[in-house]
Structure formats: C-alpha cells, structure tokens
T-cell receptor, first 113, second 114 residues
Framework: GQNIDQPTEMTATEGAIVQINCTYQTSGFNGLFWYQQHAGEAPTFLSYNVLDGLEEKGRFSSFLSRSKGYSYLLLKELQMKDSASYLCAVRDPRNNQGGKLIFGQGTELSVKP | DAGVTQSPTHLIKTRGQHVTLRCSPISGHKSVSWYQQVLGQGPQFIFQYYEKEERGRGNFPDRFSARQFPNYSSELNVNALLLGDSALYLC?????????????FGPGTRLTVL
C-alpha cells in the first residue's frame, strides 16, 4: 500500500525556524515533492527530491533519506505569510508519465507574531 | 507565459446533476492530472491523461470520467452528483516525461453539491 504521514498542525514564531517531517511507505520510489497551499488556493511547488540529501532554495530546504522513507521541509526566518498548509507528496513509480502524486493530509502551519 | 487555467472557478449543483470541469495545461505540457481535495485533506488522484490517452486512474467510481483533446486541454465529468463530491478539483500540468520533476497546479474549481 501507499501511505504518507505528516503532522496535522504546527505552530511557530515569526523569525524562527520550523521543521515539518514526512514519512512514507510506498511500493517503490520516484521522487518526493513539497507544496505550499494557502487556504482556498491551489498548491504551489516548493521542492523536489529524488536523491538523498539536502536541497536548499532560499529560506526553504528539503531533505530526503530514501532508506528511512523520510523527508523534512525546513523553513527559516519565518514570516507571517508562511502560514499555510504544507503538503508532502510522493510520485507513484508505477505511473510511467510521472503524473500521479500521492499526497499526505498536509501540515497546517500557523506563524505567530 | 500563462499557467494552468481551469474553469469555472466556482460551481453549485444539486444532487443527481452532472458537471463538466475544464483545464488548459501550460503550453508545451502534454500531461494533465486531475485531483480531488476535500477540506482538510491532501489532494487525491483521480486521473492522468497523456497524449490523449488515460495513463492512470485513482480509486474513484465510474461516475467520474475524463478526456483529453488534441490541444492537450482536458475535461473532467462527474455524473449523478452526491453531496460527498463537494470539493476543490485541481488540475495539474506536467511535461509528461518519466522522471521529470514538478507538477504545476491550476487554481482549481470549487464544486458545491447541495
């Protein structure tokens, strides 16, 4: 079966650092995505990991360990606008065109002043 | 360049009716995937179309169907609507190449079934 787990909610303070974890159990692996989704809006792409290690992009970094089925999204210098839902998704390797993502339920992050 | 577009933005239907949702992918993208997102949950995969053929189907009843046109735009059809079909329907566009990264999502269609 396919299963993606991430915490339901997190709270952090403006200016701080927060780490959102994601664990997955899937039949095979072909890439992991992180998306940000503000309420009532579409998900926007943040990062993509297919190899082990850390990918850094500005205030956002994403880490992957394929052997542990584990990823995290690290947000630095938190801003109020970072309050959103963060979605972890794994691409289904059985789909040859890479068009099927399996999503976790999302982590609702609240940034407080 | 225009991103993924979807229409309509919002839609209200009653139980038993049918609905057609439309999606235009990013220029040059040949793959369109449809997702259903119920409030408080992550998106659930419904269909993927690539080069006008169905390439993947999620765990949804036969009331859900889709197609892709020669210009790579796509329609999602839902028949005999149920209250539980109320959700945000997202369309995602990608080049369609295996191993490529990124799916770009459209703004979604908010469907309310009364």
């Amino acid at each position: 079966g396919q299963n993606i787990d991430q915490p339901t909610e997190m709270t952090a303070t403006e200016g701080a650092i927060v780490q959102i974890n994601c664990t997955y159990q899937t039949s095979g692996f072909n890439g992991l995505f992180w998306y940000q989704q503000h309420a009532g809006e579409a998900p926007t792409f943040l990062s993509y990991n297919v190899l082990d290690g850390l990918e850094e992009k500005g205030r956002f970094s994403s880490f992957l360990s394929r052997s542990k089925g584990y990823s995290y999204l690290l947000l630095k210098e938190l801003q109020m606008k970072d309050s959103a839902s963060y979605l972890c998704a794994v691409r289904d390797p059985r789909n040859n065109q890479g068009g099927k993502l399996i999503f976790g339920q999302g982590t609702e992050l609240s940034v407080k002043p | 360049d225009a991103g993924v577009t979807q229409s309509p933005t919002h839609l209200i239907k009653t139980r038993g009716q049918h609905v057609t949702l439309r999606c235009s992918p990013i220029s040059g993208h040949k793959s369109v995937s449809w997702y259903q997102q119920v409030l408080g949950q992550g998106p659930q995969f419904i269909f993927q179309y690539y080069e006008k053929e169905e390439r993947g189907r999620g765990n949804f009843p036969d009331r859900f169907s889709a197609r892709q046109f020669p210009n790579y735009s796509s329609e999602l059809n839902v028949n005999a609507l149920l209250l539980g079909d109320s959700a945000l329907y997202l369309c995602a566009s990608s080049p369609g190449l295996a191993g490529g990264n990124e799916q770009f999502f459209g703004p979604g269609t908010r469907l309310t079934v009364l």
